[in-house]
């Protein structure tokens, strides 16, 4: 994801390959697509699944990249795999190793992701209330 190939004048996205025209230069072209990414991914995934993210997460591939405009993009590199791949519920040793990027969300990622119970979700966009809208009483109360 986001790894240039200047030989074959590509850009490496969600592990699909995105053409570049030779005439065409765009001065960091790779941070700029992670950065536009990043500032959606956790408004489009709020929106699909009814919670923010709080941290985002990919693997480079040692053998072919070096994960460059990810470390000038900011991502923080925390590893290397054991170069095992998961297919159903079982992991398969595919021998290739890959480093593991990340890139934090939300300013109290530590926390967030330490805590011993996850923070309330926020209610769902067609669960809030209107301005003005009273609740019902409780029968019983």
């Avoid at 699909?16 to 500032?39: E, M």
């Avoid at 590199?77 to 290739?96: A, D, L, S």
């Avoid at 934090?104 to 003005?132: F, M």
């Amino acid at each position: 994801m986001g790894e240039t190939d200047s030989e074959l004048g590509r850009i490496e996205l969600c592990e699909q390959y995105v053409p570049t025209l030779p005439w065409i230069r765009v001065p960091h072209l790779a941070s700029k697509i992670l950065g536009t990414n990043l500032r959606r991914l956790d408004a489009d995934w709020r929106q699909t699944w009814s919670h923010g993210l709080v941290l985002a997460e990919t693997f480079v591939d040692v053998a072919r990249f070096q994960g460059t405009c990810y470390r000038a993009a900011n991502w923080i590199e925390v590893g290397i795999t054991q170069g095992r791949g998961k297919k159903g519920n079982r992991y398969h040793h595919r021998g290739r190793p890959k480093t593991v990027w990340i890139y934090p969300l939300h300013r109290h990622w530590r926390q967030r992701l330490t805590a011993p119970e996850p923070p309330p979700h926020p209610p769902r966009l067609n669960e809030t209330r209107s301005i003005g809208e009273v609740s019902k009483p409780t029968p019983g109360r």
